[in-house]
Every structure is written in structure tokens, then in C-alpha cells.
């Protein structure tokens, strides 16, 4: 996992903290290459714990404690507050940059099921002004892919067919389901 596929999952995943940043995951396994890439990218020691909420459910935190991180990751995503409603789409990014963001958001928030015979990957956000650069970016790369609005008030962005998630799952490094 790169820098921007982390922070991508961050965005996604994750919450500021005083002093630094936490991603949260229900799997164990997610857990660990997290901390790895926390490690490895920004050479912090991750901490993880395994938290049991009062309505039974349970995720793993991995938290990094560097003020200069949070900071910087504040900073990037222009956020204040409510970050997963209101962040902003870094700017400055190359193609490449963007599609490992991109990767880290799909991490965080997508998946995949078979729709009407055909497979389909949904990606669900509340963030009108995120969601949009996604679908500018999966159509810059030539993906097929359509957003609408969803009930609760989010987006929803639909990549469907045999050959769109191929050609999502190539770009974008997006684990295929047979």
C-alpha cells in the first residue's frame, strides 16, 4: 500500500485525533497492513486495538500519534470539521496519484456483488464535492461508471459489467471476484 492509497483509505476510513489519526477496520487481518503501511510510508509506530462498542459490534483502531501528520492530512484534505462529509479532493496530484487515492476511497467504502448476472462494485459517500472528482477520475481513465443519489443522502457510483470491473480492477489495483 503507497502513501495515497493510505491516505485514500484514511479519507475514507479514518478520524483526526488530538495530536494524530486513527483508521478503523473490522478485520484483524486489514488491521495489520495497515499498521505495515503506517510503519512503512510514514515511519510512525502504529498502535492497534481491538475496541467492543455498546451495540456488540467490534473494530480494530490503528492509531498514529504525530501532530505533524495530523496536521498535514488536515491540511490536504481542507478539513475543519465533519471530515467525511466535508473533505476536499487533494489538489496537485499526478493520474497516478489520484488513482491510488481513489484505490485507498474504494478500500475504505466499496464493494462488490453481482448484479443481474453481471458484477458490479458500488462505492456509497456522503460527500457531493468527493464523489464527483472520483467519477472524473474513473472516466478520465476510461472506466464506465454512473453516480446517483442514494436515500440517506449520499452518492452512490456504480462500476458494472464484466469488462468495467476488469478494467477497474486493473487500474486501480481492486481485488476481482470470481
Known amino acids: ?5 493510505l491516505f485514500g483509505l484514511f479519507a475514507g476510513d479514518g478520524w483526526f485525533q488530538s495530536g ?10 486489514r488491521a495489520r497492513t495497515i499498521a505495515n503501511a503506517i510503519r512503512n510510508k510514514l515511519h510512525l ?6 475496541r467492543r462498542f455498546p451495540d456488540g459490534h467490534e473494530l480494530y483502531l490503528v492509531s498514529a500519534y504525530s ?14 470539521r465533519q471530515k467525511s462529509k466535508t473533505f476536499s479532493f487533494p489538489s496537485g496530484l499526478t493520474a497516478r496519484e489520484e488513482r491510488s487515492f481513489v484505490a485507498g476511497l ?3 467504502e466499496a464493494y462488490q456483488y453481482d448484479w443481474r448476472g453481471k458484477p458490479r462494485i458500488a462505492f456509497e459517500i456522503f460527500n457531493q464535492k468527493a464523489s464527483s472528482k472520483v467519477l472524473k477520475r ?6 464506465p461508471a454512473c453516480m ?18 476488469s478494467q477497474f480492477s486493473c487500474l486501480y489495483d481492486w481485488p476481482c471476484r470470481e
Open 45 to 50: 509506530r502504529p498502535i492497534t486495538k481491538k
Open 138 to 143: 474513473l472516466k478520465a481513465d476510461g472506466v
Open 106 to 108: 474504494f478500500d475504505a
Open 20 to 29: 494524530g489519526i486513527s483508521i478503523g477496520t473490522k478485520h484483524a487481518k
Open 1 to 5: 500500500m503507497d502513501y495515497w492509497r
Open 67 to 80: 501532530a505533524d501528520l495530523e496536521r498535514l492530512w488536515r491540511r490536504l484534505l481542507k478539513v475543519k
Open 148 to 165: 446517483s443519489r442514494i436515500k440517506a443522502g449520499g452518492n452512490r457510483i456504480d462500476i458494472t459489467g464484466h469488462r468495467a470491473v
